[in-house]
């Protein structure tokens, strides 16, 4: 079993729909959570991060961490043709480590 | 800004070849990463290095070795390159001990294994 699952996709919005993206996870250590971004026939970028439980929220991007459920979310509010992308969460249990552990990506569409 | 670069986009060898992939980063980061995309297996860890000279395996290290001589230099190297390591790499590095954990990927190359 994979440490971190992520919900497959693909998925396909309209213009201005709510986005909520999903991953859990089973190991109890991870402490350091992270949304990636990519776009078609680049690297990763980092979206957002946030350290143990709770929201924080970027412009129209919402993530949020429930360590009690092992289970993290990215929402995106007001959707663009622009967020198109794939999104990969990923975590890890320390800096000194330098190790995340990726999901495997959930592919989204969002059409005009 | 931080700076990850890969030596080629787009590669093309043969089976058998012996094949070097390169990265260099410009932010004088610890730890440098090597990593393969597929579809459906996402990404997987395939060595990387906290300090120069040294190296750790990932998850997926067999048929492939590194090289780490200077901090900003990450090398994957292909022994003897096989049609099932056709893929995305991709190159990552971050800062050991820092605040956050990100992660800066290359652009990655593409290979393809005839």
């Known amino acids: 079993q994979k440490e971190v699952e992520q919900d497959p996709g693909p998925l396909s919005v309209p213009e201005g729909a709510i986005v909520s993206l999903n991953c859990t996870y089973s190991?109890?250590?991870?402490?350091?959570f992270m949304w990636y971004r990519q776009y078609s026939r680049k690297g990763p970028e980092l979206l957002m991060y946030?350290?143990?439980?709770g929201n924080k929220e970027d412009g129209r991007f919402t993530a949020q961490v429930d360590k009690s459920s092992k289970y993290i979310s990215l929402f995106i509010r007001d959707s663009q043709p622009s967020d198109s992308a794939t999104y990969l969460c990923a975590m890890s249990r320390n800096t000194n480590a330098g190790k995340s552990t990726f999901g495997d990506g959930t592919t989204l569409t969002v059409k005009p | 800004d931080v700076k990850v670069t890969q030596s080629s986009r787009y590669l093309v060898k043969r089976t058998g070849e012996k094949v070097f992939l390169e990265c260099v980063q410009d932010m004088d980061h610890e730890n440098m990463f090597w990593y393969r995309q597929d579809p459906g297996l996402g990404l997987r860890l395939i060595y990387f290095s906290y300090d120069v000279k040294m190296k750790e395996k990932g998850d997926i290290p067999e048929g492939y070795s590194v090289s780490r001589e200077k901090k900003e230099r990450f090398s994957l190297i292909l022994e003897s390159a096989s049609t099932n390591q056709t893929s995305m790499y991709l190159c990552a590095s971050s800062v050991r001990g820092g605040s956050t954990d990100t992660q800066y990927f290359g652009p990655g190359t593409r290979l393809t294994v005839l």
């Open positions: 190991n109890s250590a991870f402490q350091y």
């Open positions: 946030t350290y143990s439980s």
